[in-house]
């Protein structure tokens, strides 16, 4: 990419003041209700600066961050106790509040329902996507996880449920420039995700 992709420079935002990939991931979740608890490891003391005194959001650091994404959801999950929530890469930043919101809606409805938590992938077309939406339940086990093991396919392997959204965005991560560049396309198109 050439350049770091959490700080890339992406669309600005409602108020027209530049921000970057990671802030707009951020700002979706937010705007959905969310507290943001914020996993940083390589660089990390760079989001950490950029999020200093940011209501809503707190920036652990993951110092074995070279081991995997899983010991960031772990870091993250001991800093944010034993509370379902949602995960999603720092570089989803066309996900918008809407697919929060649709997530917490199948999560309250099962709950109505009275069906046992399980764990709602965003979908788009039956392909899973993020964010992930993960009951507490699940906490225990995902923290035993040990190093190396890979989070997608446990959680596959529990109960879940495809949450179908009527936008590929939950499938766009930003993987390389080309990746970066449709993406800035179709959130200028879109009017500033």
């Not at 652990?60 to 929530?85: D, K």
């Not at 999603?88 to 069906?115: C, N, T, W």
Request: proline letters at 10%.
């Amino acid at each position: 990419m050439g350049s770091w992709k959490p700080l890339l420079p992406w669309l600005p935002g409602g108020d027209g003041s530049p921000r970057s990939v990671v802030e707009a991931t951020v700002d979706a979740a937010l705007a959905s209700g969310c507290r943001v608890v914020l996993v940083g490891g390589y660089r990390g003391e760079e989001l950490a600066a950029l999020f200093a005194g940011r209501s809503g959001v707190e920036v652990v650091q993951n110092p074995g961050w070279e081991r995997g994404m899983l010991g960031s959801i772990q870091r993250g999950m001991e800093a944010l106790g034993p509370f379902p929530f949602f995960t999603i890469p720092a570089d989803m930043p066309l996900v918008g509040p809407a697919v929060y919101a649709r997530l917490f809606e199948a999560f309250v409805s099962g709950k109505a329902q009275g069906l046992p938590p399980r764990t709602l992938f965003a979908s788009y077309r039956g392909e899973a996507g993020h964010p992930v939406f993960i009951p507490a339940s699940l906490a225990p086990r995902i923290l035993a996880l040990p190093p190396g093991e890979r989070l997608r396919p446990f959680l596959l392997g529990e109960e879940h449920l495809f949450v179908e959204c009527p936008d590929e965005a939950v499938l766009v991560d930003l993987d390389d420039g080309a990746a970066y560049e449709a993406a800035l396309a179709k959130g200028s198109l879109r009017g500033r995700p």
